[in-house]
């Protein structure tokens, strides 16, 4: 079970098609907005799908408990050897279903909402679900060692029932352009003019006023580069006033949502990430796969995928001022901002490989289902067969 947009989506679209790939049936229950366009992707790629009512942002003790008689009751119509749910939502019902049911629950963290400077005054309040739900059993996992040991402090589970799985993205899909020029060219942008790009969904979590502000002065001393924003949400009206009242609605265009990432992240030279908290962005990864020079503000994950200086640039988030420096940094030195990409591509292919991320989680799920289900063997680093249903 998981909700329907974002980095959350993507990632159990992505997961559960590499596990088709080897066999591994599933059946999601796409929760909260967007749930019937997502399900019906998710059952165009051969994947069972389903959308199911929840709100999202609230309590709703009537229409949550509607959610939990549908994950009992779809678990056992579907056989299901065991729960994944992404999501803190998501991991609080999942997990009841769990202990209902009998069966093993993993909850994969997406972020960390227990933690003030996430949810602010609401913090407590996920702390106090989360900590309740650790008395129904079941398994999490984080994506990084840093959210583990968050969690472990926050006594929301015992070591033993804590896995760290890091996001993985496709590194053969997600790679530099072999012709950038005719990548621009062919998103309607300058061919010969290099790009600074940000993508993302125009929320309050991904900060797209603080990227922004981060323009106001870098833009004018550098009138050969564009700037591009790429998305959409509740925060585009505000967002094309913000570039208005600071008179660069001519030199930020705004793309829109892409549907194909690839192809915008083929046309960045810089790739900007400015939000407040993540778990470990998955736009993020695929712009260093893309050979983009990123900079990223330094929360959660981010600071597990990239090394500040290294393999690209990591600043304090809401410090717009530091955000704009490092990009006037690596706009002054092309040499800086190649060493950056070529860095963050490799860090991407050694670490954040999805075929990696799919053998650890058929070997959790092996482990948690022992004796009820067998999965295949997936060695880590190898391409899972093409043979599954």
């Not at 496709?170 to 993508?199: E, H, I, S």
């Not at 949400?233 to 265009?253: F, I, P, T």
């Not at 800086?336 to 070997?363: C, I, N, S």
Request: hydrophobic share 40%; glycine share 10%.
């Amino acid at each position: 079970m998981t909700k329907s947009t974002g980095g959350i989506a993507l990632y159990n679209k992505l997961l559960l098609t590499e596990l088709r790939r080897i066999g591994v049936r599933s059946h999601t229950l796409c929760l909260s907005e967007n749930a019937e366009a997502y399900a019906a992707d998710l059952a165009k790629r051969g994947l069972g799908a389903e959308p199911v009512e929840m709100a999202r942002y609230s309590i709703d003790p009537r229409g949550d408990a509607r959610v939990l008689r549908r994950v009992v009751s779809a678990s056992r119509e579907h056989a299901a050897d065991v729960i994944v749910c992404h999501g803190s939502k998501s991991g609080f019902i999942g997990r009841a279903a769990g202990r209902l049911t009998g069966r093993p629950v993993v909850y994969r963290q997406a972020s960390m909402p227990f933690q003030r400077r996430v949810q602010g005054a609401k913090a407590p309040l996920y702390w106090a679900l989360d900590f309740a739900a650790r008395g129904f059993g079941g398994h999490i996992v984080t994506l990084t060692e840093y959210a583990r040991q968050q969690t472990l402090t926050a006594k929301l589970m015992s070591a033993d029932r804590i896995s760290v799985i890091r996001t993985g993205v496709d590194v053969a899909r997600f790679k530099p352009a072999t012709d950038r020029a005719a990548a621009r060219a062919a998103l309607g942008l300058d061919p010969d003019r290099p790009v600074v790009g940000w993508m993302g969904r125009m929320e309050p979590q991904k900060a797209p006023l603080d990227y922004v502000q981060s323009l106001r002065d870098v833009v004018a001393r550098h009138p050969h580069v564009q700037f591009v924003m790429a998305g959409e949400g509740r925060m585009e009206r505000e967002v094309a006033q913000a570039l208005s009242a600071a008179g660069l609605s001519e030199r930020v265009k705004m793309l829109g949502w892409q549907s194909d990432p690839v192809r915008a992240l083929q046309t960045f030279d810089v790739y900007v990430l400015s939000s407040h908290w993540e778990g470990l962005p998955i736009t993020l990864l695929e712009a260093m796969a893309s050979g983009c020079c990123c900079i990223s503000t330094d929360v959660d994950g981010c600071s597990d995928a990239l090394e500040d200086g290294i393999s690209g640039r990591l600043v304090s988030a809401g410090d717009t001022g530091a955000l704009g420096q490092a990009l006037e940094g690596v706009l002054q030195d092309p040499d800086l901002r190649e060493q950056y990409a070529e860095a963050g591509r490799h860090r991407a292919v050694t670490l954040f490989d999805k075929e990696t991320m799919v053998a650890k989680w058929v070997d959790l799920l092996s482990s948690l289902t022992a004796g009820t289900a067998t999965l295949p063997v997936v060695e880590q680093g190898k391409t899972a067969s093409e043979g599954g249903q």
